[in-house]
């Protein structure tokens, strides 16, 4: 399958009247910011846009203004689809990535719905009628950037907002600017930084961080178990642990990252229990290990190779302990 062009996206987004742009379970940054660039670009055309999410988000993104436009805990599930003549599918290789526990129940959508998919995940399926796939950039809201970049722009006011979006998106997947770096990159984000406010931005995304998040943070350095011999580090938390100290499951992200850059270990992973019999593996490297590869041995999960992740159904988090551990010592480079 083929990229499609940039003026082929932007016809089949011209001829659209009711457009739906779903954020992916787990909603980050990049699915944020995408969606929201996308959102003031089609409202500017005249477009009547929904965004939605299955899942609230966690962090600081309730103090944009754009947290008020995204319609939060409603699942693509529930909504009547002849409303639609047109969704767009940001950050997500698989369609089923959109429904809270889709990779469970399995999901598609209806056949009329024009469906363009823009992405950069590694195993993209090219499940659009018109599809973007760019699996060497940092983030979707890069390549949303050289879409942009296209087009021409009639209001100043929408390219800022669209602009601090971008950054958002970029900056949120790439630990500001720390990994999944190229020096194209930084050009294009040393442009973006002067057509937006960046001041606020930073301030707003980096010192932010809630009580809840904190605190989730210290579980997972109390709880981190080193393994020496098999050259990884990994935490596991408990429902009941994060209960007691009042943590909301919106909170319980970053552990994996918090993990990976210890020296004399090649990668990191967290085993969290989202809800009883519900367990999310979140995997990541930056050591040369492809994570996605345990990822995938594990059922229906996926991602890059250095961060990648899995929901496991009806298991207890020490059952998916020991279905990881498993994994991992399975595949041939690793010893447990
Ligand atoms: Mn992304």
Redesign the pocket.
């Known amino acids: 399958m083929e990229n499609n062009s940039f003026p082929e996206i932007w016809e089949e987004l011209k001829n659209s009247k009711s457009v739906l742009i779903p954020l992916h379970i787990s909603p980050?940054?990049?699915?944020f910011g995408?969606a929201l660039v996308m959102y003031y670009i089609l409202t500017d055309m005249g477009k009547k846009v929904t965004v939605t999410s299955a899942e609230k988000i966690g962090g600081f993104y309730d103090l944009l203004d754009e947290y008020k436009i995204v319609k939060w805990e409603v699942d693509v599930a529930q909504l009547d689809f002849a409303e639609f003549d047109t969704m767009i599918s940001?950050?997500v290789s698989d369609p089923f990535r959109f429904l809270k526990d889709g990779e469970i129940k399995g999901f598609t959508f209806p056949s009329d719905l024009r469906i363009i998919v823009i992405?950069?995940?590694p195993g993209f399926k090219y499940f659009g009628a018109l599809n973007l796939h760019y699996p060497e950039y940092?983030?979707?809201?890069e390549i949303l950037d050289d879409l942009i970049s296209n087009f021409k722009f009639k209001i100043l006011n929408l390219k800022f907002k669209a602009s601090k979006m971008l950054l958002l998106?970029i900056l949120?997947?790439t630990g500001f600017l720390r990994w999944a770096v190229r020096p194209e990159l930084f050009e294009k984000v040393s442009r973006l930084m002067r057509e937006v406010n960046y001041q606020d931005l930073w301030n707003t995304m980096l010192y932010n961080v809630p009580e809840g998040n904190k605190r989730f943070q210290g579980l997972v350095l109390k709880n981190v178990v080193y393994n020496a011999r098999g050259r990884f580090v990994y935490s596991k938390i408990t429902l009941a642990e994060m209960e007691q100290l009042g943590i909301p499951k919106t909170e319980a992200g970053g552990g994996s990252d918090l993990l990976k850059d210890v020296r004399g270990y090649d990668f990191s992973f967290t085993i969290t229990e989202k809800e009883l019999g519900r367990v999310m593996i979140s995997f990541r490297s930056q050591k040369g290990v492809d994570v996605s590869v345990f990822a995938r041995a594990l059922g229906n999960g996926g991602g890059h190779k250095a961060a990648a992740g899995v929901l496991l159904a009806d298991v207890s988090v020490d059952e998916a302990e020991k279905l990881v551990l498993e994994a991992i010592k399975n595949s041939s480079r690793y010893v447990v």
Do not use: F, I, K, R
């Open positions: 980050d940054g990049d699915s995408s940001l950050d992405d950069h995940h940092s983030s979707t809201a998106g949120s997947d």
